[in-house]
């Protein structure tokens, strides 16, 4: 079965930090751009950053540059999100996507994604 799990949300103060994971199982992740998208309530679906795992080429929306950080583990078929000065506006839950277009640019921009993961909540209050 072909499936991406995202483990690492939670409640967080502003400032602090989270790191994301998306871990894919059934298939591996070397063809595929990889991308964190966020969906805040009354909002539409946004990408954050996308990571192309050919060439580790890498994309971020304006808002989280500086801020943070995607990388990647193909020995354990994973992608991380680092997510340093979280404010309260980065709340929403985060979704990772698995496109086998490979530029991450695109995967963003376009919000592409053959396969999607569950979500996981980040909440930035305090």
């Known amino acids: 079965q072909l499936q991406l799990v ?58 989280v540059k500086g801020r943070f950080s995607v990388s990647r583990d193909s020995a354990k078929s994973t992608v991380y999100l680092q997510m340093n000065s979280l404010k309260p506006e980065d709340t929403a839950v985060y979704y990772c996507a698995a496109d086998h277009i490979t530029v991450a640019q695109a995967q963003c921009v376009a919000g592409l994604g053959d396969y999607w993961g569950q979500g996981t909540q980040v909440t930035v209050s305090s």
């Open 6 to 63: 995202e483990s690492g949300g939670g409640l967080v103060q502003p400032g602090g930090s989270l790191r994301l994971s998306c871990a894919a199982s059934g298939f591996t992740l070397d063809s595929y751009a990889i991308g964190w998208f966020r969906q805040a309530p009354g909002k539409e679906r946004e990408g954050v950053s996308c990571i192309s795992m050919s060439d580790d080429t890498t994309y971020y929306t304006d808002s």
